[in-house]
């Protein structure tokens, strides 16, 4: 394999991986949505069949039906957080691994793996976020169904609110959530891994793509495409950011952000060849 066809095969594994992550992180929020819809269907076919004549001794049935509901919502998004979490890591650490792989030059069989402790941690927050969730939506039903009770306000009032908190509220924040940390465990172990390589790949830098979303932040969208050494940071706007999620950005930059850190070869160079099992390539000129 020549250097061109080198890098041809690189640039294709890396576009291909960017597709699969993007195609995850909609898959993601398409399977929380089904959750959530589901679960909104249950909760007015639950209080549709509730008596017109809206009595105490109803309100304690209400909660239990609607309590089986919610925490039906916390295990399916608590299973599909982690597991949609896990699959964001394990590409980040392929958008290294895989295009290099692609190219001829297996750098994974000298790497050490990539301490996942910080996978773990941000796994076990951002389900408990989605528990807390469906914890703070059973409350605010509950809140209205007791308005009725006390007779502040028409049960119909109440189905409307609680409709509204299931279909706006709560659907905004779970997938504002999840695209949020699925991007920060994809960014951070494609970071990690890159810092790996560095030490046995001279030539190889990174680079900030854009996410394919819309409209994305105008600062994200002017840095898309530059270029810089693995342990310089970026420029986002005023910003200096490693890597998109960067932990010293502010929130403003990280929120929804589906932006992308790319491993970019500047040459096929290889640290130490002959104390490693990694075919050596011949250097760009």
């Known amino acids: 394999m020549n250097d ?99 190219a001829s030059v297996p ?23 989605i528990t807390g969730i469906t914890l703070e939506t059973l409350n605010k039903i509950d809140t209205q169904l007791g308005l009725v009770v006390t007779g502040v306000q028409p049960f119909s009032d109440a189905i409307t609110v609680i409709t509204n908190v299931l279909d706006e509220t709560v659907r905004y924040r779970a997938t504002m959530i999840l695209q949020t ?12 891994r890159k810092l790996q390589a560095a030490d046995h790949l001279p030539g190889m830098k ?17 840095a898309d495409g530059q270029i810089r050494e693995i342990d310089e940071p970026f420029d986002i706007g005023a910003i200096k950011m490693q890597h998109p999620h960067d932990p010293k950005a502010p929130a403003s930059e990280v929120i929804k952000c589906g932006c992308q850190s790319l491993p970019y070869m500047d040459s096929w160079e290889v640290k130490d060849p002959k104390k490693r099992s990694i075919p050596t390539p011949t250097v760009l000129t």
């Open 181 to 192: 940390e699925l991007s920060r465990v994809n960014s951070m172990a494609s970071h990690l």
């Open 206 to 222: 990174k680079q900030w793509r854009r996410s394919s979303r819309k409209h994305p932040r105008e600062t994200h969208a002017a």
């Open 107 to 129: 750098i994974s069989t000298v790497l050490p793996s990539v301490d996942v402790r910080q996978l773990s941690a941000i796994s076990h927050l951002t389900t408990k976020k």
């Open 4 to 102: 061109k066809q080198r890098r041809k095969a690189f640039n294709s594994e890396r576009l291909r991986l960017r597709r699969e992550y993007a195609a995850l992180n909609k898959d993601t929020i398409a399977t929380m949505n089904t959750i959530l819809s589901t679960a909104l269907e249950q909760v007015q076919a639950i209080l549709r069949a509730s008596p017109t004549d809206y009595q105490t001794w109803v309100l304690p049935q209400l909660e239990s039906q609607i309590k089986t509901v919610m925490d039906t919502v916390a295990l399916q998004g608590s299973s599909l957080t982690q597991s949609s979490l896990a699959s964001a890591w394990s590409n980040g650490l392929m958008t290294v691994d895989g295009p290099l792989l692609a």
